[in-house]
């Protein structure tokens, strides 16, 4: 499993969350919502370190990664992370690995 990160999206990340050189962005399965592999799941976002990384990116010294934990969530598919342009938000896309 892999995470991919359009530039467009690192850009968001050091925009919309302030991200630095050195820091770590989580993304977790979070109860509500829903998504194309879970319904009552969504994909949640924040930074925090990791206890148990099971996959990680690295873009400009920026750590993106996902816990053990929340590895079911993905399904055997990589992350793709881009940002949808007309409102500024990231968009998740989900491609068997």
């Not at 919502?33 to 969504?42: I, Q, R």
């Amino acid at each position: 499993m892999k995470i991919i990160l359009s530039d467009d999206a690192l850009h968001w990340f050091r925009d919309e969350m302030e991200a630095k050189s050195g820091e770590y962005i989580k993304f977790f399965a979070r109860y509500g919502g829903s998504s194309p592999l879970h319904d009552g799941f969504s994909l949640g976002v924040t930074k925090e370190h990791p206890d148990e990384a099971e996959a990680e990116t690295i873009k400009e010294d920026i750590h993106f990664y996902i816990e053990r934990r929340d590895y079911w969530f993905f399904d055997k598919h990589d992350l793709h992370v881009n940002v949808d342009s007309s409102i500024n938000e990231l968009v998740y896309s989900y491609k068997k690995a």
